[in-house]
């Protein structure tokens, strides 16, 4: 065993066990090799007044945590993940293995010899679409072709709705609000039409097989990506790794490595082999680091073979800045923030420097080339995002907007998948219109947003100031959003930062699925609510998006076990209860030999009108 | 000095410490006594590239903390904060000293021997309106009279915006979105018409003159409220002060005492007394410890005699339930989580067992006339909000609410203030129905809501849930919105909770603030831009919501002086900072000749034009 990840191997334990009365459970789908994991959550029974019990049916949730929840999952950081897509691949036949990785670098660093303690034991021959082939869920769609990832995500997105009504969970809902439609069922079909339309992608790399499909689209479940990566001053591979599966475990969605420090290449094989969700990078990133971090230096060949790079590694989606325009830079010029995008500050010094056009927009056709080989989508990164509520909505951040339009045009026309950055400092006003501009500019294609943050002034709890703009963007019709840490601005979140930003941000994308009506979004919410009033403090745990702090909020003032049937909670106390004074008022009613409250209140009713009239009470006569 | 307040009296330094570069100042009005404190922030300069400094003005913003942020003010627990607003109320000639308390139950505790070592050593003497006057910031503004608390609200709301104008504070700011308006300067005049109309209340009982004048209302800075008060499971005096004046420190415009355990009446004198904020109470809670928790035993009297107990104590506004009547009860039957509000549950409980009308309701007028005699403000308590996104918006949530609008127009006859209380749970489609119904149906009284929260599914983290609601309501035109600890559902909120509780708020009621476009709200929000677009990394955490966290966050991974300088953080290291790369682009077109990047950027597009031409570059001749 590598010695390198010797910390995260001895604490394995930790990562893979299951969330509180929860259990992984499978889903066949009706294709070959469909088997889509869920978790299972177990409830208790409800407690009838009678002395008998009721039990409650369990609780299944999407599950973004792959094998690693499932304790018969073996799990071996050496061997990274089960290819599950391996022979869905293979089986379309448009593929074929290469005799050798493609890139200049990947050689280049094989040869180095002292980079043998740190890289990956067990590399995967890589794969790349024949002659002539596009091998892109986009293309397959348009073809009419229903894959195996669309129907994995058509059973995942549904999560067993249909079970958990027959089985008895509460499943009404609100109906939503939003300008697009959602059906009432996620078929198969209507995976592949949405994709098929472009305003959905489902990012999935032929060399990335480990993954389990998921989908990013306004009509689907809102999606969540969590960043992590290392930077010059801090942080070593097995912590990366250790963040990744972290963060698959509190809900990422999705995960981009923005590594910018040291052993970039090393780090991210690491990270895709042991990851079960899409993994997206910046690949100016490295490509900087390629040239010891002088933007003026990077050419087109060098940036051309980092995506080859990381295409034959399996990088699920590429943030490409190729919207940041020469003639866009002196449009910043009187911003309070200028360039806080660190892909579009690159490529703006770029630019500038040559006074020639973006690289990466003139060679855009051959990108797309590229990517289609590999089935890599296209998240169109928003280079010249706002840093600053002064800043939001600017002629920058909306010229950059159309132009992405333009590339979306060009990247479908090659069958290429598309997702859009954005969002950045917008205040609440100001929302709405940079998701309008989106659908307009970018016909439709999914957007992505980090945020956005609503405010300036707190440092320190830049998850919240974005969670309010990220919650209303998603129900707006963003189809994934982009986490921000307690540390954004201040330094490399932790892995605690991690969760912290994770769970913000699941909440975020639940409030927008609630908003927008997504099916069966509300059950959870439900079966939260029914353990509540039912005081089954387990289930209030178990339900949540945090089990473990719950219970340890929980605990800091009622430690002990009868606490957990107790009905009240140190909040009020005993007898300030509501929950419990209003059971005590519906067993009143029964007691009292009305079925119903309704019953006893209009006898009661009919008693008082008596009184009143007799007394002539005044505010009553008023109603 | 009093042996109870011993550990508080001890720590008193860290409460009353001023925030970092911070000082208090005080802005005279021109009617007599009319000093405003405010905190003013010091900047550091911003090093130019020629080596020399430009200044940045000093920035003023809205403080809560009252005495205790001001080294030069005198702390004595024992005998509570200064009464500033003594002489306004005495010269306005309405009003006359009592020779006693008048509450039976007040000269109950007062004879309890036992109660000594409890007991607030230097009571004041009560104060009560003279014989048929009433003596209500709204019957002044209603009789054209701008009281001193109006011009000291005036003050206090523009918080030097015309100063700091003129200092050359970048004070632009995105236009607002909101259905009302709001005046580019807040006048005294404003102010009374505001609090005349009602749709603004000064919440300043005549026995509270401790307290700094605030006012409640959509076209002013939006407002928060923290919960504070024991349970019968935990907590004691000392730390309920301790609760109160941290929540000061941290923001909150208004604090609610909500104790339901031991020794309510002495813990709530202890409190006033020191509180520079307006104090909110719901007194059912004290009626129904007055009968052991009872609530069938509940009656008029008992009731009535905690009012005045507690007006003339100085509890700023009451929450009273007085819309809970009887034939909604039957109303929640179908609810999943029935009622959850505390006073809801007892009334509903005291009807549904007398089979009589609320007697909050039948008694409605007779609380007016106490009300009006100390200028309590009524916040009409929405007994049936609901507990589950499940329950959001249902008839019994609305139904009270029509009864609030009927009771606030009763209130208003008699001249006492009122503001409604809303939300709960609500999803975020929901949200604005709420509010759009409260301003219709309640004559635009101020709507006071708590959160709402957005999801019922993260116990744990309902700060967030909620903070996402409250943002947007507050946007709306919600006046205050009632924060929501990480313990909701949980337990009772130690000091760590109610400061996250309050960050979250601030953060909500800023970026609603932003939204609504509340004259000089983006003011902090540039200057924390330039600042951090500048690598002024002291000012960045001096002006954020919580500098200790923000200092304590960049200085986990950097901790030395030098790194406070640096231009870079641990987040992307020194060679990805796109601020920094920013700068070096301006910096290179300068160096190159070019006034701006405008021009090198048009000089360079004719030197490319001729290369492509050359070229005849495709997708360039696509544009």
Redesign the interface.
């Known amino acids: 065993m590598s010695a390198l990840l010797e910390k995260l191997e001895q604490q394995k334990q930790a990562y893979v066990e299951p969330f509180p009365s929860s259990r992984k459970i499978y889903v066949d789908g009706s294709m070959p090799g469909v088997r889509v994991g869920m978790r299972e959550i177990e409830l208790s029974d409800t407690p009838l007044s009678d002395g008998t019990f009721e039990p409650n049916p369990p609780l299944t949730v999407y599950d973004t945590s792959g094998p690693y929840t499932d304790p018969e999952a073996e799990i071996d950081f050496n061997r990274g993940l089960k290819p599950l897509r391996e022979s869905w691949i293979e089986a379309r036949g448009d593929t074929e293995k290469l005799a050798d990785f493609s890139s200049e670098y990947h050689h280049v660093r094989l040869q180095d010899r002292k980079l043998e303690k740190i890289r990956f034991p067990n590399l995967r021959t890589p794969r790349r679409a024949r002659a002539g082939k596009c091998v892109t869920q986009l293309h397959y769609a348009r073809q009419g072709i229903i894959t195996p990832e669309m129907e994995y995500i058509a059973i995942r997105e549904n999560c067993r709705l249909q079970e958990m009504k027959e089985m008895g969970h ?1 499943v ?3 109906p ?3 300008p697009f439609d959602i059906p009432e069922e996620i078929t198969p079909e209507f995976v592949r039409q949405e994709v098929a339309a472009g305003r959905a992608v489902i990012p999935a790399n032929i060399n990335h097989p480990e993954i389990e499909p998921m989908i990013i689209g306004r009509a689907f479940r809102t999606k969540v990506n969590a960043n992590i990566g290392n ?4 942080s070593s591979i097995e912590e990366e790794v250790e963040k990744m599966i972290w963060a698959t475990r509190w809900g990422a969605d999705t995960v981009m490595d923005l590594s ?2 040291k052993n970039i290449h090393e780090t991210r094989e690491w990270i895709i082999r042991n990851s079960p969700v899409p993994i997206g990078t910046v690949p100016i ?1 490295q490509a ?1 680091e390629k040239v010891n ?1 002088i ?1 003026e230096n990077l050419t087109w060949e060098i940036f051309r073979d980092t995506l080859i790079e990381q295409a034959e590694q399996g990088v699920d989606y590429f943030t490409i800045h190729a919207g940041v325009l ?2 866009y ?2 449009l ?2 009187n911003r ?7 892909g ?3 490529m ?2 770029w ?3 040559h ?3 973006n690289f990466l ?2 060679h ?2 051959e990108i797309c080339e590229i990517m289609k080989a590999y089935d890599v989508t296209f998240s169109l990164g928003d280079g010249l995002r706002p ?7 600017d002629e920058a951040q909306f010229a950059e907007l159309r132009t992405l339009g ?1 590339l979306t045009k ?1 990247a479908w026309k090659h069958d290429v998948q598309v997702m859009i950055e954005g969002p950045g ?1 917008v ?4 929302i709405k219109e940079n998701m309008d501009e989106e659908v307009e500019k970018c016909h439709e294609a999914p957007f992505y947003t980090l945020g956005p943050l ?8 830049d ?3 974005s ?2 703009g990220a ?2 963007i998603g ?1 707006y019709g963003t189809a994934m959003l982009c986490y921000v840490t ?9 892995r605690e930062d991690v969760k912290e930003g994770l ?2 941000y ?3 994308a ?3 699925d ?4 997504f099916p069966g979004a ?1 059950i ?3 079966a ?3 353990a ?2 039912e005081f089954r403090w387990y289930d ?2 178990n ?4 089990p473990d ?2 219970r ?3 605990d ?3 430690p002990r076990e009868s606490a957990k049937v107790a009905h009240f ?11 419990k ?6 067993d ?2 029964a007691e009292q030999g009305f079925k ?3 019953v ?6 009919q ?2 009108a008596e ?2 009239r007799e007394q002539g ?4 006569l ?2």
Not at 387 to 393: M, Q, T, W
Request: net charge neutral; glycine share 8%.
């Open positions: 509460l009404q809902q609100h939503g609000q939003a930077s010059a001053t801090t910018t420090g990133y900087l971090g933007a020469l003639r830079i002196p910043t010029a309070l923030t200028g360039i806080v995008s660190r579009g500050s690159i703006a010094k630019c500038l420097h006074h020639k056009e927009y003139t855009f056709e840093g600053s509520i002064y800043d939001a909505n333009e060009i400092h205040p609440m006003q100001m609503t405010t300036d002034v707190a440092p320190g709890y998850h919240i100031t969670a309010i919650a209303q129900w307690p540390k954004e601005h201040l330094g490399l979140p932790n769970i913000a699941k909440i975020a639940h409030a927008a609630l908003a927008k009506g509300q959870r919410d439900n939260m609510s029914k509540r009033f209030q745990f339900i949540g998006f945090d702090r719950a340890e909020y929980h800091e003032t009622l909670c140190s909040m009020c106390g005993p007898k300030f209860c509501s929950m004074i209003t059971q005590d008022i519906r009143y009613a119903d409250l309704g006893a209140v209009e006898v009661g009713m008693q008082q009184t009143f009470g005044e505010i009553y008023k109603k």
